[in-house]
């Protein structure tokens, strides 16, 4: 599918200040060439209006920077209007930033300068010498999680580098902020060395109530995160693994539901066996899926296969029961389910009339997916994607800034395979019988109800599985 087919969304928007000649008609003249040209309108505000020149803020959904430029040539083609100025909506959102530190006790008085600051702090500072644990009731600690990454594996964007990492940490941030009341604070690391990545994590962890590990790649995140389990008496969480398949999980549960399958029946392709591709095979295996296949860039994963990493062979050994060989395309004959976590426009049409009766199909690599659903819809029963403009957005969102809420709250010391069934299980109880439907078998990002059911599920599991450091 060409980008020309895609659906304008406010992820490519501009406003386009123009300079309108003042006369009837100008108007239509120009929305019909945004509409001509496939560009989206939004808002239109009159900026300035002087005797012969009206300045209007025209804003435009577009495709991509090229059909934005597209559209902007266009207007500037017509007669009577030029163009002022074009702004990027996205970039202009994240002048200076996305999220800020904030004072909590007010300091407008002499007095309460003197408790919130030297002398009174000092007695703070002393009691925490004496009972370091005080530090979880008396500081940020309490409500506070490192997001911590080095770059290497963001956002389905590969290694750009930790400068380049922090919108998306911030972003992550903002999200466990705005969705849980978690203070989340970005932590772009300039390493890629697991010993260093490991030691530095260690030495900041004083001030943290638990540490999101982020884009991170494999098969480095897996030893970080085991390390960091080891050495920390906080949780620590790659979200990209364990966030990931949590909501893949409870995705599928509601999904299974639609299609009338059960999770011992089926065949599962999952391709892109990175961080994210791991962790759900094994969080599939725990919910009774035996035969997963996985697929790397060289085709299906093996037991014979003498071209694989440590990792990649743990993960032969525990799938692809029949040890089917060959590409892609040829182990999807009869999936019943297709997970991508590998890279764009993986997958087309051919492949998805080879898979079973009423595919399920959830293409979750980030920005662009394994296949756009516009392409799938005609030929499958459930699709999904991680991708905000489209149903059924299957992203850890769902997960992280509940599982991080009900961990803080209890003082877990760890996050164990139970909570993360717990949360699964919250996702996707949040959709009631009667309201599940091929389209709706995730909740909403913005489902208020979400965060806390996954928080109460993590804390209950936290007490279970005797990690909780509070009285239940
Ligand atoms: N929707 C969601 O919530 C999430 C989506 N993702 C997306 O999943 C993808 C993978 O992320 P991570 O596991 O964190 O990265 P990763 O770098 O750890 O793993 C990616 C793996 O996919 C493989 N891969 C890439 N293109 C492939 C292809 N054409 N065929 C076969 N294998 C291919 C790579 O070799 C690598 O092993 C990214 O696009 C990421 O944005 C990741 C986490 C959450
Ligand atoms: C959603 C997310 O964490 C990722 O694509 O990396
Ligand atoms: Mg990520």
């Known amino acids: 599918m060409h980008s020309e087919e895609y659906v304008p969304t406010a992820s490519n928007s501009i406003t386009a200040r123009l300079a309108i000649e003042n006369k009837p008609g100008m108007l239509a003249e120009i929305t019909s060439t945004i509409g001509k040209h496939g560009g989206n309108i939004g808002a239109i505000d009159i900026v300035r209006a002087r005797d012969s020149v009206l300045v209007r803020d025209i804003t435009i959904n577009t495709r991509s920077d090229d059909h934005a430029r597209t559209i902007i040539t266009h207007l500037g083609d017509l007669k009577g209007v030029r163009v002022v100025d074009v702004s990027d909506r996205t970039f202009l959102l994240h002048l200076g930033g996305k999220i800020e530190v904030n004072s909590k006790v007010p300091l407008r008085t002499r007095d309460q300068l003197s408790m919130a600051y030297t002398p009174g702090v000092a007695r703070v500072c002393e009691a925490i ?52 009341g978690v203070n989340g604070f970005p932590i772009c690391l300039d390493t890629t060395d697991v010993d260093e990545i490991v030691d530095t994590v260690v030495r900041m962890a004083p001030v943290f109530g638990a540490i999101n590990l982020e884009d991170i790649g494999a098969p ?99 799938t692809n029961p029949h040890n089917l060989t060959g590409s892609l395309s040829e182990v999807m004959d009869d999936a019943d389910v297709f997970i991508g976590l590998s890279g ?43 991708r905000s403009d489209y149903p059924n957005q299957i992203n850890n969102v769902l997960c992280f800034p509940g599982m991080f809420k009900g961990a803080l709250a209890c003082r877990a010391t760890d996050i164990t395979d139970g909570m993360k069934l717990a949360a699964a299980y919250a996702v996707a109880d949040t959709i009631d019988d009667a309201s599940r ?36």
Request: charged share 25%; glycine share 6%; with cysteine.
């Open 437 to 472: 439907t091929a389209d709706y078998i995730v909740p909403s990002v913005f489902d208020k109800a979400v965060v806390d059911r996954v928080a109460e599920a993590v804390e209950a599991a936290a007490h279970e599985e005797g990690v909780a450091r509070t009285r239940s």
């Open 129 to 180: 010498h004496d009972r370091p644990d005080d530090a979880h009731r008396l500081t940020i600690k309490s409500n506070t999680v490192a997001v911590v990454s080095d770059g290497t594996a963001v956002l389905g964007l590969g290694d750009i580098g930790p400068e380049a990492a922090i919108p998306v940490m911030e972003g992550k941030a903002q999200l466990l902020k705005e969705f849980a």
């Open 344 to 386: 764009p426009n993986v997958i087309d049409v051919d492949d998805l009339h080879r898979m079973a009766d009423d595919p399920i199909v959830f293409a979750m690599a980030n920005p662009e997916p394994e296949i756009r659903p516009e392409k799938a819809y005609p030929h499958v029963a459930v699709m999904a994607t991680g």
């Open 220 to 318: 480095r995140c897996f030893e970080i995160e085991d390390r960091l389990r080891e050495r920390l008496d906080i949780p620590v969480f790659h979200d990209d693994q364990h966030g990931t398949a949590v909501v893949a999980v409870a995705a599928l549960i509601n999904a299974l539901k639609i299609v009338d399958k059960t999770p011992e029946s089926l065949k599962v392709v999952l391709v892109g066996i990175g961080a994210a591709g791991t962790a759900v095979t094994h969080m599939l295996q725990n919910m009774g899926i035996e035969n997963i296949i996985g697929v790397d860039r060289q085709g299906a994963v093996t037991r014979d296969r003498t071209d694989l990493n440590k990792a990649k062979r743990a993960y032969a050994a525990q």
